[in-house]
């Protein structure tokens, strides 16, 4: 198993990319501490985990505050001792243009999406560099690297993650932590069909997004949880500071 005798935290792992993330590295051996702001999608989480012979626990918290990002790691080293790996995976959308955006609204989505992966980072890192080493996987998006009509927030938001990901990698290469991360195209997690219920043709405008696709289908949760597994194994040992696209090709068609 490739992530045997290692502990895990994922944000926003209950339901989506976070969710088959927690699933697979538990399946791989991880003890996984779930972390969403959802209680009932977290604890479900951890009982699909534990269904499966895994070992998981759940604690409620929304990334975008300091105390809750402290006390995440805070119950990871009280239950189990260490901490190797921290996915950022929690994450908002919002779809509007910069006028259509109030103050509240930009604050919100740069709070989760940037602020959430500063915090649970600034917390978990002293604990990897005590442990030896670590590793540190954020959930970008293609949209951090190529714009995206009427999301200005959350491209602003998820080109931050990006920028952070390579500066941390520089700053704690030494301390023997890497950092890199994934950027998913259109994936079917339950962020991406409300961002369809919100389309007055959501069936034609997924007919011409797979038009733009080259695999030709939207991808599966699965699908990025299986490159944050290898990210997070030792099969990825001489590589930090990567942004990595997720999209079946998408970004080559811009």
Sequence with gaps: MRLEKRVAIVTGAGSGIGRASALLFAKEGAKV??????????????????????ESIFVESDVSHAVDAQRLVNTAIE?????????????????????????????????????GVFLCSKYAIPEMIRNGGGVIINTASIRGLVGQYHLAAYCASKGGVVLLTKAMALDYGQDNIRVNCVCPGGIETPMHKAFLATLAHPERETE??????????????EDVARVALFLASDESAYLTGLAIPVDGGRIQHV
């Design 79 to 115: 239950t189990y001792g260490k901490l190797d790996i921290l996915f950022n995976n929690a994450g908002i959308n919002l779809e509007k243009t910069v006028t259509e955006t109030s103050e509240d609204d930009w604050s919100r989505v740069i709070n989760v999406n940037l602020k």
């Design 208 to 221: 011409e997004m797979l038009k733009k696709i080259p695999l030709g289908r939207i991808g599966e949760p």
């Design 33 to 54: 501490v779930v972390a969403d702001f959802v209680r009932d999608s977290g604890q479900q989480t951890v009982s699909l985990i534990k269904n499966e012979g895994g």
